[in-house]
DNA sequence: AGTTTATGTCAGCCTTGTTGACTTTCCAAG
DNA sequence: CTTGGAAAGTCAACAAGGCTGACATAAACT
């Protein structure tokens, strides 16, 4: 907050290192590598179900606020509902999805994981979040504190809202 | 090491519940919204030109270390030789990117970008060092360097020697 | 009654990943 | 010098998962 009656000028007397071109080429590479172990878990588990990504995150999403409707899964995922639909239509085949018509809007699905749904997305999360885990343990938690913090600022506004939302609500 | 009024935590004297399910949730989704949004830009440039996220990433990383061998970049971006080999194709026809053959070794290919390589290269690196600077002046420097330490926790550690090996060398 | 909304579905296209098979080049060891 | 194998390139085929466009229902709203 104090910047010291700056905030954008050449140099301040705090150190604004951390905004150099390489110091930020260095966080794009983490983004990116990060990345890839970031999924590198779940994506060997979902090959043993013949299933991708796109179906990892229409699990996690369904877990993470059951009943909630396509065109409410569409918008946090940001994919068209073509592409949802072929997803969920072999998660609803497979029996690992429900899809209940609304009672006020019968226009409405509404989304649940069955119990092998939620055995599949245990599965899948538990294998992430170990990766998680280990990686929050072993920075501390201020430095977690610092990641979500940036993770944040780096979404679109849109996207933050969907993850603030998240946060509260159950 | 008395509990500090939490309990719930069966655990040690320092508060571990930056450890609890719900925080790793909320730190893979926010890692799932970040990413979307850290690709955001560079995808919006990419489609002007025809290209992808594969076309960035060989850009990226030749720009990163020119001279590189297509091997070596194989290794880094994970992908098969016949996925890199269609995307450098594009980009060689293209005039962004120039092979050259080895002197030592005749076989292998080191490549460069060209003057117009380096000029899309910049527009792309430009456009996402734009967010993350905002991001990291945001969250200071001391969220930035836990963002940084959490990253490479999360990385493989195959991908994390590819990291580092870029931290020091130029 | 007519319009809008939510959802589903079909068809076709693109990017980017995969395997497998095969060739060319060329270094290096026998 | 010959041969084995590594590095690179190419062709073919395929799959996942994005996209657009068009169209069909059903239900809600006006």
């Known amino acids: 907050m104090s910047d010291r009656g700056t905030g954008q000028a050449p140099i301040s007397g705090e150190s604004l290192l951390f905004l150099t071109d390489d110091q930020l080429r260095r966080g794009i590479e983490a983004m990116f590598f990060a990345y890839r172990g ?22 996690h999403f369904i877990k993470r606020s059951p009943g909630n409707t396509v065109n409410n899964l569409l918008d946090i995922l940001g994919v068209t509902k073509q592409s949802l639909n072929r997803v969920l239509r072999a998660l609803i085949e497979d029996g690992l999805v429900e899809s209940r018509i609304g009672k006020q809007d019968r226009r409405e699905r509404h989304l649940f994981l069955t119990e092998t749904g939620q055995e599949l997305e245990k599965e899948l999360s538990e294998a992430q979040r170990g990766r998680m885990r280990a990686a929050y343990r072993d920075a ?31």
């Open 38 to 59: 970031f999924t590198a878990d779940p994506d060997r588990i979902l090959q043993e179900y013949a299933y991708g990504r796109a179906h990892h995150r229409a699990i």
């Open 140 to 170: 501390g938690p201020d430095a977690v504190a610092g990641f979500r913090q940036v993770l944040e600022q780096i979404m679109d506004p849109e996207m933050r809202r969907h993850f603030q939302t998240f946060k509260e609500g159950s």
